[in-house]
């Protein structure tokens, strides 16, 4: 099972999420999700989890508790939603201004 960990602080490291969740259960992995740019954490992460029942568990124990001075939350991961092509709610982009008056 995949596992949101939000709310973490910036300083966290994958091996600490892994130290953390290994205390319920066996873990296949753990990531921090990073910006693209500056390579600095987001404050959140996901780890995975092979037995679903030790990941529940795990969501029970963990969620809302401190960690690393940050109460944490932690829920089941969401599948990522698929984003429309370009840009906005109507594929956005360049020209097509509709109503403007010069």
């Known amino acids: 099972m995949n596992i949101y960990v939000g709310n973490i602080s910036y300083q966290t490291k994958e091996e600490d999420l892994v130290e953390l969740f290994s205390t319920a259960g066996a873990v296949d992995s753990a990531r921090i999700i990073k910006d693209r740019e500056t390579g600095r954490s987001k404050g959140f992460g996901f780890v995975e989890m092979p037995n679903n029942e030790e990941a529940k568990a ?36 360049f020209g097509g201004g509709g109503n403007r008056r010069y």
């Not at 940050?70 to 906005?88: D, F, L, M, Q, S």
């Open 58 to 93: 795990a969501i029970e124990k963990f969620n809302g508790t401190e960690f690393l001075s940050r109460n944490i939350t932690v829920n089941e991961a969401k599948p990522k939603e698929e984003r429309p092509a370009g840009r906005g709610p109507r594929g956005g982009g």
